[in-house]
């Protein structure tokens, strides 16, 4: 093992002991989750560029594991999931931040079930014409993005939800998609030695319950102003590629985390001895 290697496996623990609290949590033993380390360094290396065509050997070299083991990974990997906006979360992001769908204090507007703009129906058919606007409804409803009023005429928008709290397939789909991505932005950046792709954070210590707690109120209250500008202007972008015939063949994600937590595990915790 060289030097590079030695450094590399801490960072590698502090990146998959997260994972393995989540597994833990959900019950999930090691044994399906140790299958699908195989299957990502078997794709890993096919997308180096270790192998050409289905050259099993080279493969098996650059990840260590055995032929037959390759041979049986590699017929099971399949196109990784495209990763599209779904309408629901285009029709939340479009009415938290369009000027015509905001009001008094650029807070997000009630908006009557049907009828001219603004409307939901109005705001479906901007995002779509692929699925109507009772449907598109029913789902923003059925994740708590929105709600109806008593009569069901008028549609609230929930400007507090973040991402939905009951549905399984979405937390988890929010999970790989969010996380996945921003460790490929910090792992491409280490692998070509360069910036290519924006990442920074602030760290702080010595913070109170109460201070580390306030941390999250401030950056919901920077993501509200980041957003409402982020979005027009993506749309934007997205408009002008199109007016130009550009093809549409990137994506990008941009996103703001907050994390707080005791600075020691409670069994690394000792308590402080007076000096002599």
Same mark, same amino acid.
């Given at each position: 093992?060289?030097?590079?290697?030695?450094?590399? %496996?801490?960072?590698?623990?502090?990146?998959?002991?997260?994972?393995?609290?989540?597994?833990?949590?959900?019950? @999930?033993?090691?044994?399906?989750?140790?299958? %699908?380390?195989?299957?990502?360094?078997?794709?890993?290396?096919?997308?180096?560029?270790?192998?050409?065509?289905?050259?099993?050997?080279?493969?098996?070299?650059?990840?260590?594991?055995?032929?037959?083991?390759?041979?049986?990974?590699?017929?099971?990997?399949?196109?990784?999931?495209?990763?599209?906006?779904?309408?629901?979360?285009?029709?939340?992001?479009?009415?938290?931040?369009?000027?015509?769908?905001?009001?008094?204090?650029?807070?997000?507007?009630?908006?009557? +079930?049907?009828?001219?703009?603004?409307?939901?129906?109005?705001?479906?058919?901007?995002?779509?014409?692929?699925?109507?606007?009772?449907?598109? @409804?029913?789902?923003?409803?059925? @994740?708590?993005?929105?709600?109806?009023?008593?009569?069901?005429?008028?549609?609230?928008?929930?400007?507090? +939800?973040?991402?939905?709290?009951?549905?399984?397939?979405?937390?988890?789909?929010?999970?790989?998609?969010?996380?996945?991505?921003?460790?490929?932005?910090?792992?491409?950046?280490?692998?070509?030695?360069?910036?290519?792709?924006?990442?920074?954070?602030?760290?702080?210590?010595?913070?109170?319950?109460?201070?580390?707690?306030?941390?999250?109120?401030?950056?919901?209250?920077?993501?509200?102003?980041?957003?409402?500008?982020?979005?027009?202007?993506?749309?934007?972008?997205?408009?002008?590629?199109?007016?130009?015939?550009?093809?549409?063949?990137?994506?990008?994600?941009?996103? @703001?985390?907050?994390?707080?937590?005791?600075? %020691?595990?409670?069994?690394?915790?000792?308590?402080?001895?007076?000096?002599?």
């Amino acid at each position: 093992m060289d030097k590079r290697d030695e450094l590399l %496996l801490p960072a590698l623990e502090a990146l998959l002991v997260p994972l393995a609290r989540l597994c833990v949590a959900h019950g @999930l033993a090691h044994a399906p989750v140790e299958e %699908l380390l195989k299957r990502a360094f078997v794709r890993a290396a096919r997308e180096a560029g270790h192998t050409a065509g289905r050259d099993v050997s080279r493969v098996a070299t650059a990840t260590g594991l055995s032929r037959r083991e390759v041979t049986r990974l590699s017929g099971e990997l399949a196109p990784l999931p495209a990763q599209r906006p779904t309408p629901a979360g285009r029709a939340y992001a479009h009415w938290m931040t369009h000027p015509d769908y905001r009001g008094p204090g650029d807070q997000p507007l009630a908006l009557p +079930r049907s009828g001219p703009a603004p409307s939901f129906d109005s705001l479906a058919q901007a995002i779509t014409r692929h699925v109507h606007p009772r449907s598109l @409804l029913d789902e923003m409803l059925r @994740l708590g993005l929105v709600r109806l009023s008593d009569d069901g005429q008028t549609v609230h928008l929930d400007t507090e +939800r973040v991402a939905p709290t009951q549905d399984d397939a979405q937390m988890f789909g929010f999970l790989g998609a969010n996380v996945g991505d921003h460790l490929a932005a910090a792992t491409a950046n280490v692998v070509h030695r360069d910036r290519r792709h924006f990442e920074q954070a602030i760290y702080a210590d010595e913070l109170s319950e109460q201070s580390a707690a306030a941390i999250g109120d401030l950056a919901r209250a920077q993501w509200v102003r980041l957003r409402a500008e982020l979005i027009p202007e993506l749309e934007r972008l997205i408009a002008a590629d199109q007016a130009a015939g550009r093809p549409g063949t990137h994506r990008a994600r941009l996103g @703001l985390f907050t994390y707080h937590d005791h600075d %020691l595990e409670p069994d690394d915790a000792t308590p402080d001895t007076p000096a002599p």
